[in-house]
Structures are given as structure tokens and as C-alpha cells.
Nanobody
Framework: VQLQASGGGLVQPGGSLRLSCAASGATLDYYGVGWFRQAPGKEREHVSCISSVDDTTYYADSVKGRFTISRDNAKHTVYLQMNSLKPEDTAVYYC???????????????WGQGTQVTVSS
């Protein structure tokens, strides 16, 4: 499956963005889909995941209550709604597929190219 992440941009602190992860070549119905992010000089970290079984969602503590992950299987797309954005959310955001949600990068096989999110006044 090929993944295309989009929706990043420049936003002021407290603002919102919605990232999209669109699949081609296969449906996302049977995959867990996760979002990771990598800030300059830091390791890539897990942000969120939505499972394939019952759409159970998982969030890193740093984004819980502010980010919401969802999927639209008809559009082969997973979304990450990001509200109350903070400067520390600035990073390149990547989506990826997995058989089951996990915080470990090696659990994911197909990766999108990343979309830049910058939170700054």
C-alpha cells in the first residue's frame, strides 16, 4: 500500500490542523494506521494509532485530549485532527500501516512521505 500524508502547514499556537493519510494500491480497512512525528534533532515518536479491528484509538500522553484520529474507509483515508496546537508539536508527521497498533516503529511497514507541521506565532 502507498500512503500520502498531507495537511501540514504553519499555524499559530492554539490553532488547529487536520492531517490526512490517503492510501492507494490497497484499502486501509484491514490495517492499523499510526501517526508518528519527528522534530529537528529528536527521534521519531509515536503520536496516535487507530486499530483495524474495532477502531480502537491510542494516543501519546503529550497529545491526549488535543488530537483525534479517525478513519474513512470509503475514502481510504485516515485523519489526525490536531487542536490546541503548541510549539512543541512542531515536527514532520508521518503515517504508516501496521497489522496491529503499536508504539514501535518496526511494527509498521508502509510509510508515507511526511508532512511538515509548524506551530509558531
Amino acid at each position: 500500500v502507498q500512503l500520502q500524508a498531507s495537511g501540514g502547514g504553519l499555524v499559530q499556537p492554539g490553532g488547529s490542523l487536520r492531517l490526512s493519510c490517503a492510501a492507494s494500491g490497497a484499502t486501509l480497512d484491514y490495517y492499523g494506521v499510526g501517526w508518528f512525528r519527528q522534530a529537528p534533532g529528536k527521534e521519531r515518536e509515536h503520536v496516535s494509532c487507530i486499530s483495524s479491528v474495532d477502531d480502537t484509538t491510542y494516543y501519546a500522553d503529550s497529545v491526549k485530549g488535543r488530537f483525534t484520529i479517525s478513519r474513512d474507509n470509503a475514502k481510504h483515508t485516515v485523519y489526525l485532527q490536531m487542536n490546541s496546537l503548541k510549539p512543541e508539536d512542531t515536527a514532520v508527521y508521518y503515517c504508516a500501516t501496521a497489522l496491529e497498533c503499536t508504539v514501535l516503529e518496526w511494527g509498521y511497514d508502509s510509510w508515507g512521505q511526511g508532512t511538515q507541521v509548524t506551530v509558531s506565532s
